[in-house]
Structures are given as C-alpha cells and as structure tokens.
C-alpha cells in the first residue's frame, strides 16, 4: 500500500532554516512498525529518493502519537534564500509519500 | 489563584492572525494567571529579520492587541509579548512598543511595561567564532565573519530568564524581542515552581493557538492548565477539540525530533510522554523530561542580502513547447549569457505541473501535463539590473525557436502587462548558530517605563 494512502496524515514543515521534517501520523500503532519494517522505508532507500547520504536522514518512531517523524537536510539551501523552492517547506514529502508499505 | 495550578491563555498561534473575541471572557471567567502570544517565528524566512519589516500587517496586529491589553490591565493579570513584529530585532519591537502605547493613550490605559531587546552585537558574535565557542544549529553550515559582519540585524533567542526578572519586577506588559516559542509561556510556570520538563513541553503546545487541536487552526485560542504532575490543554472554541493524538502530533510540530527540544537552559526530552482525554474536547498530558545543560547557549540568528529579485509569470499550452521545455531553456540561457553582458546575476525556470515544486527530486517530471506555469526569476546585484535581466529572458522565452515548433508567434499566456514584477531584496539565512554564555539572561537588556494615558 502507498505510505500516503496507509497514513491519516502526511505533512513537511521546516525545522528551523536548514532542516525538512516530514510527519506520518497512522490510525493504529502497528502501522508504525508495519512501516519502519518496510524495504522502501530505510534510511539508505529515503537517502536516494531526496538525493542525500544515508546519515542525513534521521528516522523516529512516536508512539504516543502512533508517528513516525523522518528529518532531512534542506539540499544545497536555506529557507527562504534566492534557490528555495517551497519557503515553508510545507510540500516535501513526495516522493516519500508514494513509496509501498 | 491557587498555588497547586497555573493557568494560562494563548489566544491565537501568532499576534495579527486573529482569534474570536468571544474566547477572551470565557477565558478570564476561567481565571487566569496570564496570557501569552508568540508573535513571530523565524519560518516565514530570513527577509523580515533583514528588512526590520513586520512580518504580519500593523492594523492586524492592533485589531488582535487591543481587547489583550484592556481586558489583561483591567483584570491586572500580566499579558507576555515575544518575538516581536515576526522577527524580534530592534525595529520590530520600536514598532510594537508605539503600537501598545497608542493604544494605552486611545484607551486610557496605565500600566508598567518592560521591554526586552534581544539584539546581539556582531562583535559579541565575531569573538565566539574566534573563540571557537559559536557553533552552528540544526544543519547550518560555518558562518564566516564577513557573513557576520554583512548581517543587518543579529538577534538572541531569549529563554525565560528575562522575561521571569520583568514579571518579578512589576511588569504588566511585557513585550520581547527575539524569544524561544517556549519562554513566553514557560516563564511564569517555572519561576512559580512548577516542573520545567511540563512546563516547557506545555509551552510548545501553546504557542501556536489551536494547531493542536482537531481541526487544527492557527486564529483561534487555547486555555492550558498546569498541575504539578501533569498539564491540561483545551481549545476554548466549542466546534475544536483536543484528541490525545492531536496534541502528541503537534509536541512533533517543526522540531528535527521529540527526544530534543532546545532551550537555552536545556533540553526537553518528549518520548516518555501520555496523552489521555481528560473530557470530550480536553487533554491531559504528562512525562516531559527537562535535562539541564550544563552551559546555557543562546542560539543567534542573521541573515545577509543576496540580491534583488525579478520575476515574470506565464502559463504555457502548447505541447512541444512542454515537450521541448529544457530545450528551450538551454537555448534561452545561451542567449542571455550572450546579451546581458557579465554573469552578476542568477536566473532560474520554475515549471509548474513539472517539478516546479521539487525540482530534479520530482520523480512524476518526465509526465506529459497539458498545461505548465512557468515562473522565470532572476536575483541580481540591483533590482535595476534584475529588471532588465528578467525584461531580456521574458522577452527571449516568448520568441524562442526549437525544432518542430509550431507557435511560432510566441510561447507563453502571460496574464499581466507589465508581466515583469519587482520582488525586492533578497536573504538568506547567515546565522543560525549557539553562543555559550555564562548566564542565559546576561545578554538581553531590558527596560521598564510606566505607560500612562
């Protein structure tokens, strides 16, 4: 199933200038682990899809929320400098959101 | 006000965004302790801080401010303003402060007033980095000292050292440059004894009005209890509610992870948290844990000009033209580096209904859409310069042969004359880096006068 379709909500927000974080939100707990044990869910496979090295990308599980919270590195700029391409950082998490799990 | 509770109201997620005004008497029929808002953010991007600008419009603010100021004196319950204007420099703060005081005089309020400027000398900043003490914050790179010295406006992130001296000072009002989201409302809370790690964790969920509710909304308000084992958040408006998960999802809310919430004085670790619904619209919250640091850090912020902005907007229909998109783009380019003389300029393509959102992330960018909107921008040394740049690629976008074009009358549906826009200055984020400081609130000055009709 597309992680997109699986979770309530899917969002991407800056954390702070040079940081994207994207939050997953699911219905149940399992999903949680469901998605954490997916192949296309590593931290080497969202790597490749963002263009980045595989210790940029953070993975945390929130249970308390049944979440999962994947924080990114901006890429080569800043939010809001002369290349941004989304000030807010609001609209990052496809192609993420279209993997199977 | 019993000692075993606090109690506060956070009317709206940043001033000049709006709340119902209903919300106000039943939040001090409530009875309060003091109301807070956070009035910017460093999100809306490096061009407010630079420009001294207010990041939301002067009459939104006032149509916001004024019924917190009277019913806040007249009840005599202490009313906390951080991060001024949007970005909390100097001018940010001048702005506000008149604003308040014309407001007093329109209203005939009196009241004791401290100002806390959160301004930090570039010179204070240049010695860390020889020091070696300034590190760079969340992803920042290494910040030269030609970029610290080019920044207009440097600003601290105050903790709540400064404003609990304002408070334990007499103030009424008090308005705060540049703050932690937190410190506004985690000030009062601590100073009163109560557990930091609830505190600061209670304050992150108020800060932004309603976003923690369901439906989640940014002009609307929120009432937060603390107890001394746990805190209570419920959304004063009757058709939002707080779920357990609406308000776990928010304690994840713009932060790089909920084992580390940054505050000068520590850091709050959110994963040993409950969530359990307290009532149909209310939620009960425990388990922050606040680890003190053992050096209190200030985290700076500046940022430097990069240019001036052009820019052009147009809506392309043909499908070779889409189809031969960077064709096109390449011959344009070419023929700009010939015309426009030296490269003191950038310019770049946006395609929406491409990757205009993306960029070469886009894994959808080799689709065929019907339509494309094309933004072309051009970042120049002046905006004069950036003017004629963006005149030039307008012009050569239209006219641009490619092979089996068909159009040959022109390429693109601008939908305005002039199609050509000025956008102004342009940042970029410089500073984003943690000073080490002896003591959290030695570096924030601030002042008190007596405001009086």
Redesign the interface.
Same mark, same amino acid.
């Given at each position: 199933m597309r992680l997109y379709d699986l979770a309530t909500?899917m969002r991407s927000?800056?954390?702070?200038?040079?940081?994207i974080?994207i939050?997953m939100?699911f219905q149940h707990s399992s999903y949680v682990d469901r998605v954490l044990a997916s192949a296309d869910f590593t931290s080497c496979a969202i790597a490749q899809?963002?263009?980045l090295e595989e210790h940029d990308v953070?993975i945390?599980a929130?249970r308390?929320?049944?979440?999962i919270?994947v924080?990114l590195?901006?890429g080569h700029t800043?939010?809001?400098?002369?290349?941004d391409?989304?000030?807010?950082g609001a609209?990052?998490y496809?192609?993420l959101a279209?993997q199977d799990v | 006000m019993s000692e075993d509770r606090i109690r506060y109201l956070s009317p709206c997620g940043l001033l000049g965004y709006g709340y119902p005004i209903s919300n106000l008497k039943t939040a001090f029929d409530a009875g309060l302790d003091f109301v807070g808002v956070d009035a910017g953010s460093?999100?809306?991007?490096?061009?407010y801080l630079a420009e001294g600008a207010n990041f939301v419009g002067i009459s939104q603010v006032k149509r916001d401010l004024e019924p917190l100021l009277i019913e806040c004196v007249n009840a005599q319950v202490p009313l906390i303003i951080g991060t001024a204007g949007g970005a909390g420099a100097r001018p940010h703060v001048e702005t506000l402060v008149n604003l308040t005081e014309q407001i007093a005089k329109e209203r005939r309020l009196r009241f004791h007033l401290a100002v806390i400027w959160a301004d930090i000398d570039a010179g204070v900043v240049l010695d860390q980095l020889r020091a070696g003490t300034l590190s760079p914050?969340?992803? *920042?790179g290494s910040a030269t000292s030609e970029e610290i010295t080019s920044c207009k406006h440097i600003v601290g992130q105050m903790g709540i050292g400064p404003i609990t001296e304002a408070l334990v000072a007499g103030a009424d009002v008090v308005i705060a440059g540049r703050c932690c989201d937190t410190a506004v409302f985690a000030a009062l809370p601590i100073a009163r004894g109560f557990d930091p790690g609830l505190a600061f964790h209670a304050a992150k969920i108020a800060e932004c009005g309603t976003l923690c509710a369901v439906p989640g909304g940014a002009n609307d308000s929120l009432l937060c209890t603390i107890y001394s084992d746990h805190f209570e958040v419920i959304p004063l408006s009757k058709d939002r509610r707080c779920t357990?998960?609406s308000v776990?999802?928010h304690?994840?809310?713009?932060? *790089?992870?909920?084992?580390a919430l940054h505050e000068p004085e520590g850091v709050v670790d959110?994963?040993s948290?409950?969530?359990k619904q307290e009532s149909s619209r209310c939620v009960s919250v425990t388990g922050a844990q606040f680890i003190p640091a053992k050096q209190p850090t200030i985290k700076v912020e500046g940022?430097i000009l990069?240019?001036y902005?052009a820019i052009c907007v147009g809506g392309i229909r043909d499908p070779l033209t889409i189809r031969n998109l960077d064709t096109i783009e390449a011959k344009v380019r070419t023929a700009i580096g010939r015309s426009a003389g030296q490269k003191d300029f950038?310019i770049?393509f946006?395609y929406y209904g491409r990757d205009?959102?993306?960029?070469?992330?886009?894994?959808l960018r080799r689709n065929q859409p019907h339509e494309v909107g094309v933004v072309i921008?051009v970042?120049a040394e002046s905006q004069q310069r950036a003017n004629s740049v963006i005149s030039l690629a307008r012009s050569t976008l239209l006219h641009q042969h490619f092979p089996g074009r068909k159009s040959t009358a022109g390429n693109v549906a601008f939908p305005f004359s002039p199609s050509d826009l000025e956008g102004g200055p342009?940042?970029?984020?410089a500073l984003?880096h943690l000073l080490e400081v002896e003591n959290a609130s030695s570096l924030f000055v601030a002042e008190h006068r007596e405001v009086d009709a």
């Open positions: 909500v927000k800056n954390a702070g200038p040079y940081l974080t939050d939100l899809l963002y263009d953070q945390h929130y308390p929320a049944s979440a919270k924080t590195p901006r800043s939010a809001g400098s002369a290349s391409r989304d000030i807010y609209q990052q496809f192609p279209d | 460093v999100d809306p991007g490096p061009y914050c969340g992803g *920042a357990p998960q776990a999802a304690s994840l809310y713009e932060q *790089a992870t909920p084992a959110l994963r948290c409950t969530f940022s990069e240019g902005r950038s770049r946006l205009g959102v993306m960029g070469d992330l886009e894994p921008d970042v342009v940042y970029r984020f984003y």
